[in-house]
């Protein structure tokens, strides 16, 4: 493409050196720029990009595009007032607007919106639908498969994953959208057609400053939704709910409790922990041909949890906006087995092994709600610090388990730093383990504190005896507990089937 055919799709206050060529790429990261490539400076939270432009021109840029005027070259230099913002728009004007000619679900909240995704995924699939899925875990479409680095990828390697999707003809896509991805504009140019924010809790509070610009992110995806899109709500949040007059998209709403919007939940069932209950369709919807009437179906979850209700009404609302039989709906969402590293079951013979990604309060409490209706002997806990989110939520992470300690039995935590299992943006720092360490000294929780995440595993398998359960708690830090506790299974113990052991990590992508 052209420079100045490229650039039309950007304000520019000012430019330099001013000439037209041709554009082979665009990169924001000096260290993959090919030559031809025009290269986007970015400011980050421990870099600026506008650091590198020698090296970026080194490796063949013929353009920039920056913030702040760099006198470094005499190729064409082009300011713009927020060069993220830019990055999303160049990218997908590069692309051609991908996004525009497929059906992209984006999905957010504090609390599952990994499960919504994969449970949204199982539906659309069900009715044979060709899908592509981002977010946490991984970026999937046809073949083609990746773990994922950022719950939301950064705007110019989203478009790009957009038009390999539309090359492959996918007609839908479910995302994650995180509140980092809306404060960072990497999703500025996705064209949404169906949004929903499920619940809202105390994460990244550090992050964004206050809980209040935390929501505003958030609420963003809804705000900002194009008024043919659909909006789901959920009537027992009181800030998804807020949302209803506040967006020009059509909404659809839904409460377990609150039963005044289209869809509603009765007769639940949590006796054996995986709900069963009835969607009651409360007032006809209609989609395009398609209307659904005023009507009652059977579901039954096979994941456990209270939570799964709420995540699989979302699911479900997204499965009748895109015109698929409740049949089929049924099918899916009630087969479906759940996803990895959310409350799995890796390991259940004489003990269970339980793994959960325990991000943030409202997770913790979940998971261990669940686990204080469960029969066992003994729970032994192994936590992985949560390294780089800031001492509040290390603070309200402890403060949340150990309202349960004297629930579920437990006297001592088994926690890791997991110091050779991440990556610098995820390390502990010395103010979160203090966080940490304080609230469980007032609570009088012994803590045996290991740096590394195969000490705290071997301490705890060590502990474990019949009817017990070790949970495997904590999100970047525990990715790769479970490979762990399992080859320390299988070595220490005779007579036992590789491939049994190993079948719950079949497919698996994190720790891998």
């Known amino acids: 493409m052209k420079l100045y055919e490229l650039l039309q799709s950007v304000e520019v206050i000012e430019s330099w050196n001013k000439k037209d060529v041709n554009i082979k790429g665009i990169a924001y990261n000096s260290k993959k720029v090919n030559f031809g490539d025009l290269f986007v400076c970015i400011k980050g939270n421990k870099t600026d990009g506008h650091k590198y432009i020698p090296q970026a021109i080194e490796k063949g840029a013929v353009a920039i595009v920056v913030e702040d005027y760099n006198p470094v070259s005499n190729i064409p230099q082009f300011r713009v007032k927020d060069s993220r913002k830019a990055l999303a728009i160049l990218s997908s004007t590069y692309y051609g607007h991908p996004s525009d000619k497929m059906k992209v679900i984006g999905i ?90 499920n619940n809202i809790g105390r994460e990244h509070i550090d992050l964004h400053g206050s809980f209040e610009k935390y929501f505003e992110y958030k609420a963003s995806l809804i705000r900002n939704a194009k008024p043919s899109a659909w909006a789901i709500l959920n009537l027992d949040c009181p800030y998804s709910k807020s949302l209803i007059d506040e967006t020009e998209a059509k909404v659809l709403t839904f409460g377990v409790k609150d039963r005044s919007g289209n869809l509603s939940c009765s007769n639940l069932d949590l006796s054996t922990g995986r709900p069963k209950f009835k969607v009651k369709i409360e007032k006809p919807i209609k989609i395009g ?145 203090k966080a940490f360490k304080e609230i469980m000294d007032q609570a009088k929780i012994k803590v045996h504190l290991y740096d590394e995440l195969p000490d705290a595993i071997s301490y705890g398998l060590s502990k474990v005896s019949k009817d017990d359960i070790l949970l495997l708690a904590g999100c970047q830090g525990m990715d790769y507990g479970a490979k762990i506790a399992l080859e320390d299974i299988y070595k220490s113990r005779s007579g036992i089937d590789k491939k049994e052991i190993f079948g719950a990590l079949k497919n698996r992508i994190a720790g891998m």
């Open 289 to 433: 041909e398609v209307e659904y009437e005023p009507q009652e179906f059977n579901v039954g979850l096979s994941v456990p949890g209270y939570h799964s209700v709420y995540n699989s009404m979302v699911a479900i609302s997204v499965g009748l906006l895109s015109s698929i039989p409740i049949p089929a709906i049924q099918e899916a969402i009630n087969s479906f087995k759940g996803v990895e590293r959310r409350f799995q079951i890796i390991y259940d013979k004489s003990f269970k092994i339980i793994d959960d990604h325990f991000a943030n309060p409202g997770n913790i409490n979940v998971t261990l709600e669940t686990l204080s209706m469960m029969d066992y002997n003994k729970i032994y806990l192994i936590y992985a610090i949560r390294g780089s989110r800031g001492v509040t939520t290390n603070r309200e992470n402890a403060k949340t388990i150990v309202k349960w300690t004297s629930k579920l039995g437990i006297k001592e935590i088994i926690a890791t730093l997991s110091k050779s299992h991440v990556g610098e943006k995820d390390r502990v720092t010395d103010e979160e383990i």
């Open 108 to 197: 957010t909240a504090t609390n599952g919106k990994t499960s919504t995704s994969f449970m949204v995924n199982a539906i659309l699939e069900k009715y044979r639908l060709k899908t592509g899925i981002i977010g946490t875990v991984m970026v999937k479409y046809g073949n083609y498969i990746e773990p994922s680095i950022l719950t939301t990828p950064e705007s110019l390697d989203l478009q790009h994953y957009f038009s390999q999707m539309r090359k492959q003809n996918i007609s839908h896509i479910v995302m994650e959208v995180s509140s980092s991805a809306l404060e960072l504009s990497r999703v500025e140019e996705v064209d949404f057609d169906i949004v929903t924010l």
